[in-house]
Every structure is written in C-alpha cells, then in structure tokens.
Nanobody, 118 residues
Framework: QVQLVESGGGLVQAGGSLRLSCAAS????????MGWYRQAPGKQRELVAT???????RYTDSVKGRFTISRDNAKNAVYLQMNSLKPEDAAVYYC????????????WGQGTQVTVSS
C-alpha cells in the first residue's frame, strides 16, 4: 500500500511564501515522476509543476519564476516552494506520484489548502 501525505498549506498574504511537502509511505515500490496539481473552486484541476526521477522539471506558465519544485528520492518526497504568491494561486494543492508497485499507476495526496489574502 502506498500513501502520499501532504503538509505545508495555509493562509498567507499576497507576496508571501509557502512550502508544500509530500512524502510517499510504504515499501516495495519505486517512483517515476512526481508533481503538484491544484484545483480552485469551480475550476478543473490543473498541473502546477512536475519533476522526473532524474530532476527534470516542468511548470505551468503562470508559476514560472515564482514556484520551484524539488524532490528527495531517498525520502520519496517532493516539495513545492511557492514565492510571490498571488490571490489567484489560492486552491487546494494535490501531490501526485507515478508509482511502480507491480504496475505503474498514479497516486494522489489528500490535498492541502492554500489561501492567499490580498
């Protein structure tokens, strides 16, 4: 059984910073890409950033230069450093991992709320 546990959301003023963390628990698996997605009220879930096991990253245009994704393969963890936050960044942020556990499948965290006040 693989579980993704997130932490680090909260309330911050516009221009502030937050760091999200996500760690995969369990054993007997490996992880390919990891990433962060977000979903604002009334909107579809969208990709924020992804990182491969080799460290290649990809960002949605709206967060480039402000957000940084990183991972610690030894800890099966992924992080999202969010700087210069804007009210439009407010959403529930979900961690995603492409896990090889017999077969390859996507796993999701429970979501963490990020609120940005203007």
């Amino acid at each position: 059984q693989v579980q993704l546990v997130e932490s680090g959301g909260g309330l911050v003023q516009a221009g502030g910073s937050l760091r999200l963390s996500c760690a995969a628990s369990g054993s007997g698996f490996s992880i390919n890409a990891m990433g962060w997605y977000r979903q604002a009220p009334g909107k579809q879930r969208e990709l924020v950033a992804t990182i491969t096991s080799g460290g290649s990253t990809r960002y949605t245009d709206s967060v480039k230069g402000r957000f940084t994704i990183s991972r610690d393969n030894a800890k099966n963890a992924v992080y999202l450093q969010m700087n210069s936050l804007k009210p439009e960044d407010a959403a529930v942020y979900y961690c995603n991992a492409q896990v090889v556990f017999g077969v390859l499948r996507d796993y999701w965290g429970q979501g963490t709320q990020v609120t940005v006040s203007s």
